[in-house]
């Protein structure tokens, strides 16, 4: 499939600031208790985040990318623990505030949506008071003005007749809609982080761009940082100014969209990306990386991508290799890397 | 909904009608003849022919069940066999104490309930959880007649904190509510931590925490509200066994409700206070299992139509 992808668009490049990193994650380690014992989902994972940046974080299904996102909003499932790291947000580590102060930040200065827009909501509660939910819980407005925020969000997020709208419950929304409200209550406080969990997984794909046109706007808008989750490379490839790629728990190759695109260096990535060689579409990929992400109970101590890579040498089953810089802004965990070939 | 109601009432209709006309055939069957009992009771000067005539016990069953249900809901409840009072004074003056003490016991059961199960799914397998479903095993297998001497021997017998039986004072009311509430308390108690425990496994409330509203507000107003049809549904079935149970309860602690009067009737085979009195409890039990089926359907959004926007 010989293919180029086209460079992205430069807009994306600059939008970040140079300042100091709105958020940054250091080795961190997530654990879920299962029987006897403690597996790691997440194993050392670090990466920034800069204001008005979108970080897309991509890897297949199960490489631990729902669970670092819940790390960082410490809303892990009770199975799940942080055994290690700092999560460095706005000058204080999340993993070191009390259970309060963490909500005080939840939904305040980083927000989260999630997959599943059909049961993110409840079902027994208007719209409009689901989002003045989140006004109440922060800040002081009064019902009046509460209700004025939540509807011109949702006019901001593109939902007709939104102030009529406020009154109608989940049920009766599609799942584009329920995405946007989603988006409304983690972006009506207006705060500096997003995390994106698989945002537009479940919708099909007109509204999946609209929803992530929304998201490229507000981030320019609001100098939003964004985490974006996503096992679609298209996606990222579309909006992401930085992404890193995650398999089996770690980070493999983390760097700039640009150089990441054009010059893939890690045989995952690599693999990724030519399962996906239609980036705007969905279509059924003409490439899967053969074999499957190993089960947390059985990771290989040296390379976990060992079993399915082609370029494996003997080294890669011996020793478990480090995350390195191999350009600017391109680090690489990887003993034997091939330039990319379609 | 309108549909739904009609169907469901008309539904409530037909038991009610099968229901009662088995109470009314059960009352021809048991042992002795009405009209014997009447001609051998001392002060009646009637002989038992006299009686069937009367009663129009020579009919078909069925016509005389048509007469007899035509005149009950004319507001007709007849006369007592015994001593010629009406029913209905009978009624009047033990009714309000039945739906008194099942109100009580009724209130008794949810308000230990609701609060021990939310917060045990909260503090699952806590200690606090553990008590809770000890208390819930307790109370459903100590059969409440059991349980109600148990009561008495204690707070009565040994403590004197509460009077054994009667129902003068406040205090009465207070064993035979307990008596008559643990066993609903102790099943509510169950559904309500297994269906918090159902909610707070969903993702709204993920959600909710992800905006940062706080643990209280998630437990009381959005699971709370979201756990309730199956708990409205069970209510129902709840206040259904309650007034089978005053019969038992009332009796145990002479508390002048319908149930007491109920046994009173039958162990004096007084025929017509037994029956009416049996199929008026039997149209209460089926009354309220519409209300419960109804109230569930109101509980749940996802059946209530939203005229308008949509
Ligand atoms: N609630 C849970 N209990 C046990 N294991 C879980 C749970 N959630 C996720 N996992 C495991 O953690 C790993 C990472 O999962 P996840 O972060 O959801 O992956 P991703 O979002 O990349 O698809 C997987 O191996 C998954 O099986
Ligand atoms: S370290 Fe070795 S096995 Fe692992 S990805 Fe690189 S070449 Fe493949
Ligand atoms: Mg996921």
């Excluded at chain 1, 008071?129 to 002081?140: F, K, L, N, P």
């Excluded at chain 1, 059924?284 to 499957?292: E, K, T, Y």
């Excluded at chain 2, 559904?191 to 969903?202: N, T």
């Excluded at chain 2, 149970?245 to 025929?271: C, H, M, S």
């Amino acid at each position: 499939m010989a293919r180029s992808f086209p460079a992205p668009v430069s807009l994306h490049q600059g939008a970040a600031d140079a300042g100091p990193p709105l958020l940054e994650v250091r080795h961190l380690v997530t654990e879920i208790q299962s029987r006897q014992r403690r597996l790691r989902a997440v194993d050392g994972v670090s990466f920034q985040v800069r204001r008005g940046e979108i970080l897309g974080l991509v890897g297949e299904s199960g490489c631990g990318k729902s669970m670092t996102a819940l790390s960082l909003m410490r809303l892990l499932p009770p199975a799940a623990t942080i055994a290690q790291g700092e999560v460095w947000f706005d000058g204080q580590d999340l993993l070191r505030l009390s259970p309060k102060a963490m909500r005080r930040i939840r939904g305040h200065r980083m927000s989260m949506v999630f997959q599943e827009p059909m049961t993110a909501l409840d079902p027994a509660f208007t719209i409009g008071s689901q989002i003045t939910e989140v006004i109440h819980a922060h800040g002081t407005d009064s019902a009046a003005a509460a209700r004025a925020r939540a509807a011109a969000m949702l006019d901001r997020l593109g939902i007709p007749n939104a102030a009529r709208r406020l009154d109608s419950y989940p049920h009766q929304f599609s799942g584009g809609m329920r995405q946007r409200v989603m988006l409304a209550l983690a972006l009506v406080m207006n705060p500096q982080l997003l995390i994106a969990d698989e945002p537009t997984t479940a919708l099909d794909v007109t509204i999946q761009a609209q929803i992530l046109d929304l998201v490229a706007d507000l981030r320019r808008e609001l100098g939003l940082g964004v985490v974006l989750i996503t096992h679609n490379l298209g996606v990222i490839h579309e909006i992401a100014d930085r992404v890193a790629v995650m398999y089996a728990g770690e980070i493999v190759e983390i760097g700039s969209v640009a150089r990441i695109f054009s010059d893939p260096k890690h045989p995952y990535t690599q693999g990724l990306l030519r399962s996906m060689p239609y980036l705007y579409e969905r279509r059924p990929s003409l490439h899967v990386i053969a074999g499957r992400v190993p089960d947390l109970g059985i990771m290989p101590r040296a390379c976990r991508f060992a079993a399915r890579c082609a370029n494996r040498i003997d080294q890669c089953t011996e020793t478990h290799p480090e995350l390195r810089e191999a350009d600017r802004d391109h680090e690489l965990r990887c003993y034997n890397p091939t330039p990319f070939a379609r | 909904m309108t549909r739904t109601v009609a169907y469901r009432s008309l539904y409530a209709l037909v038991i009610l009608l099968i229901a009662s006309f088995a109470v009314f055939y059960g009352m021809r069957l048991a042992p002795g003849d009405v009209a014997d009992v009447l001609a051998s009771h001392p002060t009646g000067q009637l002989t038992a022919e006299r009686v069937r005539e009367d009663l129009g016990l020579n009919k078909p069953i069925l016509v005389q069940y048509a007469t007899y249900m035509g005149k009950l809901l004319r507001g007709d409840l007849g006369l007592s066999l015994i001593n010629g009072q009406p029913i209905l004074t009978i009624l009047e003056s033990s009714a309000g104490y039945t739906l008194k003490l099942a109100a009580v016991a009724a209130l008794l059961s949810l308000i230990m309930s609701i609060p021990l199960g939310l917060l045990g799914a909260w503090k699952r397998n806590s200690s606090f959880d553990q008590g809770t479903m000890l208390i819930a095993v307790l109370g459903m297998g100590i059969p409440n007649f059991f349980l109600a001497i148990l009561l008495i021997q204690v707070f009565a017998v040994w403590l004197k904190w509460l009077p054994v039986a009667g129902y003068e004072t406040p205090q009465h009311i207070i064993m035979p509510a307990i008596a008559l509430a643990a066993e609903a308390m102790a099943i509510n108690l169950r559904v309500v931590r297994s269906s918090v425990l159902e909610q707070l496994g969903l993702d709204y409330v993920r959600t909710l925490h992800a905006k940062g509203v706080s643990d209280q507000r998630i437990l009381w107003l959005h699971v709370l509200r979201n756990a309730l049809p199956p708990i409205v549904a069970l209510a129902g079935v709840l206040m259904r066994t309650l007034l089978g149970y005053t019969l038992i309860v009332e009796t145990i602690f002479r508390w002048p409700g319908l149930g007491y009067q109920l046994v009173n009737a039958v162990l004096k085979r007084d025929y017509t206070v037994a029956q009416t009195l049996a199929i008026l409890l039997t149209a209460a039990v089926i009354l309220f299992n519409l209300l419960a089926d109804l109230g569930q359907q109101w509980a749940d959004p996802r059946t209530r139509r939203q005229a308008g926007a949509g």
